[in-house]
C-alpha cells in the first residue's frame, strides 16, 4: 500500500519518534525473546501500530517499546556521531552539530534541536536488545514528556492508547524560552496571484498533503487567505495546481450527464460492464507488448478479472469497474513492474511495503496476530517475498474490494463475508468515501492519485 516525507511534523509526533531513538545505558541489559509480548498493543490517535519483528516489552510493571517501529516514516533527521557517542536529532533547524563534550561515563546522549535530552532514571532507561540490535525506550516516560494522554485497557490483554495532543507547541524535553512579547508585525499585503491560487485548488475539492503532514480536502480553502500559509507552503500550492491542471474537474458518464469527478464515491453500481472492461484491455494489450519489447522485458500475459471485479465488487457495493481501473493503474496493466509478482494475485500492492517480510519466526506471529484473523487458507505471507499472498484471482480481487470498503465506509463487512484483507483493521474506517478521497492516505503524497485512475483509466475503458 502505498508513503512519502515531510521535514516539518506536528511536534508531538516528531518529538514521539524522537525520544525512541534512544540507545544503551551503560548497563546494557540482554532481553530474552519470552520477555516480548504481542498481548500489548499500542494505539495513536485510535491507529494500532503493527510490530512485526520486535513487540512491545513489559518488565517490572514498565511498558517498552521499539524505536523502528514507533519512530519509522515520520520523517526526523537522525545522525550518529560515532566519535562523541551521541544521536543528532533535528526536526525545528535543519542541521546542529554534537555537543562538544560528551558523557564522561561513555552513555550515549539523545542531542534535539541542539540540546541534550533526559529521561528521569525512575522511569525505566533506554536499552537494546543485544540478539536484535532493537533499541526499546520506556513508553511512560516518552508520554509524559510530551503530555500525551495515555490510557491503559487490562481488559483482554493490554492496550495503551495514546493521544496526541492538539497543539503544536508542546515538547517538554526540549521547551525553547518564550521570548519577551512585542507588537504583532504588520502584514504584507496579499497578492491576488496568491488568493486565486487557494480559489484555484477550493474548486477541485480534493485532498492535498500539507507540510506538517495533515490531510485536508482544498475545499477548505476557500474559507482560507494566503496570510495563513507559508510561502513555501503556497509554492508547493502551486505545484499542486499545476498537476491538477492536466485533470480538470468535470466528467462526462455515460449516461450523458456531466458530474464532478469529486463526486464519484467508491460505493455505487459499476457504470461499465465486464465486457467494456475486457474491450478495453484488449486494445490496450497490443501496446504493452510493443512496449515491453522495446524495454527489453518479457510480456505478463493479463488475466481476465474483469467480472470477478464486476461481481464481487456488486456484492460489497463497490464500483467494481472504476476498482479494476485501480487494480490496472496499481500493476502497470498486470506487468508488475514493483516488488509484488504476478503469481501473488495480489492487485492492489496489499502489505506491500517495500520491505520483504522476514523469518518464518516472524511469519507465524503475524499471521496469527498482524493479519487480523484473515482466513490462512486464502492468504499467506512468505520469508523473503514483498506482499500479500494470495491463494486465488478471487481472494485477490475480494481482498482489494475489502480494502476499499474499508476506506468508503464505517460498516462491517456484510453477513457471511469472511476477512481477507489482512490491512483492513488498519484503515480509519470511512476515511475516503471518494475516489479522490484516496489522494493522501491510500496513496502519499498522492495529489492527482483518484483523479489518475478516473481520467487515465477508467475514462478510456468507458470511451
Not at 493521544?163 to 497578492?191: C, G, H, W, Y
Not at 523473503?384 to 499472498?389: D, K, P, R
Request: aromatic share 8%; net charge neutral.
Amino acid at each position: 500500500m502505498p508513503k512519502h516525507k515531510t521535514r516539518k511534523m506536528t511536534a508531538a509526533v516528531c518529538a514521539f519518534a524522537l525520544a525512541t531513538c534512544m540507545a544503551v545505558s551503560p548497563a546494557e541489559k540482554a532481553v530474552s525473546a519470552n520477555e516480548s509480548s504481542n498481548d500489548i498493543r499500542i494505539n495513536i490517535n485510535d491507529q494500532p501500530v503493527v510490530f512485526t519483528d520486535q513487540y512491545p516489552v513489559n518488565i517490572d510493571g514498565r511498558i517498552y517499546v521499539p524505536l523502528r517501529v514507533i519512530g519509522e516514516d515520520l520523517g526526523a533527521k537522525v545522525d550518529w556521531v560515532e566519535s562523541t557517542r551521541q544521536v543528532l536529532i533535528n526536526w525545528k533547524k535543519e542541521n546542529t552539530p554534537s555537543l562538544i563534550t560528551p558523557s564522561p561515563s561513555g552513555e550515549v546522549q539523545i542531542i534535539i534541536d541542539g540540546r541534550l535530552l533526559n529521561i528521569p532514571a525512575g522511569y525505566g532507561q533506554p536499552y537494546i536488545i543485544k540478539s536484535s540490535g532493537r533499541t526499546m525506550i520506556p513508553l511512560r516516560a516518552v508520554g509524559e514528556a510530551l503530555s500525551c494522554q495515555i490510557e491503559w485497557n487490562n481488559l483482554n490483554g493490554l492496550a495503551v492508547n495514546i493521544t496526541k495532543p492538539l497543539s503544536d507547541d508542546i515538547i517538554a524535553p526540549v521547551e525553547e524560552p518564550r521570548p519577551v512579547e512585542s507588537p504583532e508585525p504588520v502584514k504584507p499585503p496579499i497578492d491576488p496571484a496568491d488568493s486565486q491560487l487557494l480559489k484555484d485548488l477550493a474548486d477541485y475539492r480534493t485532498n492535498l498533503k500539507l507540510m506538517d503532514g495533515s490531510v485536508i480536502n482544498s475545499a477548505i480553502l476557500s474559507t482560507k487567505e494566503p496570510g495563513n500559509y507559508t510561502a513555501e507552503q503556497l509554492s508547493i500550492f502551486r505545484t499542486y495546481r499545476e498537476q491538477l491542471s492536466k485533470y480538470g474537474s468535470t466528467l462526462l458518464l455515460p449516461n450523458g450527464q456531466t458530474t464532478n469527478a469529486a463526486d464519484i464515491s467508491i460505493m455505487g453500481n459499476s457504470y461499465l460492464t465486464a465486457d467494456q472492461l475486457r474491450s478495453w484491455i484488449a486494445a490496450e494489450t497490443p501496446r504493452l507488448k510493443d512496449k515491453a519489447a522495446a524495454n527489453g522485458l518479457q510480456f505478463n500475459e493479463i488475466p481476465d478479472l474483469a467480472d470477478l471485479y464486476i461481481k464481487i465488487g456488486a456484492e460489497y457495493g463497490i464500483r467494481g469497474d472504476l476498482a479494476f481501473c485501480q487494480a490496472a493503474k496499481e500493476t502497470g496493466y498486470w506487468q508488475y513492474t514493483g516488488d509484488v509478482q504476478p503469481w501473488q494475485n495480489n492487485y492492489c500492492g496489499l502489505w506491500a511495503t517495500g520491505s520483504p517480510f522476514g523469518g518464518m519466526d516472524t511469519l507465524k506471529k503475524a499471521e496469527l496476530d498482524s493479519l487480523n484473523r484473515c482466513d490462512p487458507n486464502q492468504i499467506r505471507l512468505e520469508k523473503g517475498i514483498h506482499g500479500a499472498i494470495f491463494a486465488t484471482p478471487e481472494a485477490g480481487v475480494e481482498a482489494h474490494i475489502q480494502h476499499l470498503y474499508a476506506y468508503a465506509t464505517k460498516s462491517p463487512l456484510p453477513a457471511g463475508k469472511v476477512l481477507v484483507d489482512p490491512r483492513f483493521v488498519l484503515v480509519n474506517k470511512g476515511i475516503a468515501p471518494t475516489w479522490l478521497g484516496l489522494n493522501a492516505r491510500w496513496a502519499v503524497p498522492g495529489t492527482t492519485y483518484g483523479q489518475s485512475i478516473i481520467y487515465d483509466y477508467w475514462c478510456k475503458a468507458a470511451r
